[in-house]
């Protein structure tokens, strides 16, 4: 029985990702489609206060399935290799993207690109993966057995376009609960069409998966069927919640109502194709670790979910309530007419540039091969290999990235910017 403790994890860790980090998802792709750099910006800093503790479920999920359901992860991870890793080097960027657009002086367009793009990227490859793997993965013995391309199906491109669909609605409902003004009315009007398009793409979906999955689905179970239509129900009735709110107050009911219609739908999968957990045929009991590695693994989880509870929830209520950007500096008129300027200093404006271009290109360029060469010498070396490099060659780049740091250290140093007082002056 322990074995589907920790499947229930592993649901548990999943509906979270997609109802936290799917909202901010969303926003980022609606970035791509707003004209406005001060709603942009908006965006992006409403979406830099708990981006990170957000994704922190899909790590809790990736270990549950390494320690609890091995099976799973020796299945899954191989089949769908390309659109994981193209997943995770979008969420590198996207958070990349996020924290340099924030610590900016008004709004970078590049930066802003590469937020909105790198956001679209991790949703469609994350469908992708789960209309793969509900596609049906070949395996024998618990070893994945396909090709490379398994994975890219008719069902999977619907499971990505319907996911973006999900969570550009779940970013309209989050911004009418957490913006004012024009980013508030944008979400009002956003919010029903979007809705419209997550129906679709149930339907599309929920029909389709009895001719994608290569399982036989058994509703003629009655409790399976009673708690399938059970699911629907719920995520009916919350998605005409959900209709109705957008657009009216309170602001906090469509996105509760978005959360709803994502829970109910994810048990509803659950309802129709457990105890399978990668089609065909292999289920919960077939991929589970021993009993020992099961208990272990609980035990562990379960003292660390308190502590990540603790601070989404800590995150959320310091950051309750309407988003508002700081006020500006303003600058006051003195007794003659003339502005303060001392008392009040000017907003410094965003930098043209950090040099010639084509220097500036050259120098991110190099930089960027000498990440590349050292992440592929860290696995020549420590996957033992060898051929690639010896480790003099390791020991060269590390020099060369001290040296760097050293420089951009000593730089920063005389410009002041280490020293508050020197760096406000």
């Known amino acids: 029985m322990l074995e589907y403790a920790s499947y229930a994890l592993v649901l548990l860790a999943l509906g979270a990702y997609v109802l936290l980090d799917g909202y901010d998802l969303g926003i980022g792709i609606l970035t791509l489609f707003d004209r406005s750099d001060q709603r942009r910006k908006e965006y992006n800093e409403l979406i830099a206060t708990a981006w990170d503790a ?31 890793i193209v997943m995770l080097l979008a969420i590198v960027l996207r958070g990349t993207a996020i924290e340099l657009q924030s610590a900016a002086p008004g709004y970078r367009r590049g930066w802003g690109l590469v937020f909105g793009v790198s956001s679209l990227v991790a949703t469609v490859c994350q469908g992708l993966v789960a209309g793969g793997v509900l596609s049906g993965l070949p395996h024998r013995g618990g070893v994945f057995t396909g090709g490379t391309w398994d994975w890219l199906t008719p069902y999977s491109v619907l499971c990505a376009l319907g996911l973006v669909a999900v969570y550009l609605l779940a970013g309209a409902a989050w911004l009418q609960d957490k913006t004012t003004g024009t980013a508030h009315e944008r979400a009002g009007r956003l919010g029903r069409p979007l809705l419209l398009a997550v129906a679709a793409a149930g339907l599309v979906l929920g029909f389709g998966l009895r001719l994608a999955d290569p399982q036989h689905l058994r509703f003629d179970q009655p409790l399976r069927a009673a708690l399938f239509a059970l699911a629907v129900a719920v995520a009916v009735v919350c998605a005409a919640i959900a209709w109705y709110g957008f657009g009216r107050r309170p602001d906090w009911r469509p996105f509760a109502a978005v959360a709803g219609t994502e829970a109910a739908g994810l048990l509803a999968l659950v309802a129709a194709t457990a105890p399978v957990v990668v089609p065909p045929d292999l289920t919960v009991h077939a991929a589970a670790s021993p009993h020992g590695s099961q208990l272990f693994l609980l035990i562990g989880v379960g003292g660390c ?66 990440a590349v060469a050292v992440a592929a010498v860290s696995q020549d070396i420590f996957g033992d290999v060898r051929v690639w490099i010896d480790p003099a060659g390791v020991a060269v780049f590390s020099v060369t990235a001290l040296v760097l740091w050293i420089r951009a250290d000593r730089r920063s140093a005389t410009a002041g910017e280490f020293d508050l007082q020197a760096a406000d002056r």
Do not use: C
């Not at 001392?342 to 907003?347: N, S």
């Open 54 to 84: 957000n994704e922190s479920w899909i790590i809790l999920a990736g270990v549950v399935l390494w320690a609890g359901l091995p099976g799973v992860y020796a299945t899954v991870l191989p089949g769908v290799y390309l659109p994981l």
């Open 305 to 370: 979910m308190p502590v990540v509870l603790t601070y989404n929830i800590y995150a959320w209520w310091v950051f309750r309530g309407k988003f508002a950007q700081p006020p500006a500096h303003t600058e006051a008129a003195g007794p003659s007419g003339t502005t303060a300027a001392a008392e009040h200093p000017a907003a410094v404006a965003p930098a043209a540039g950090d040099g010639p271009w084509a220097a500036v290109v050259t120098r991110r360029v190099l930089l960027t091969l000498l």
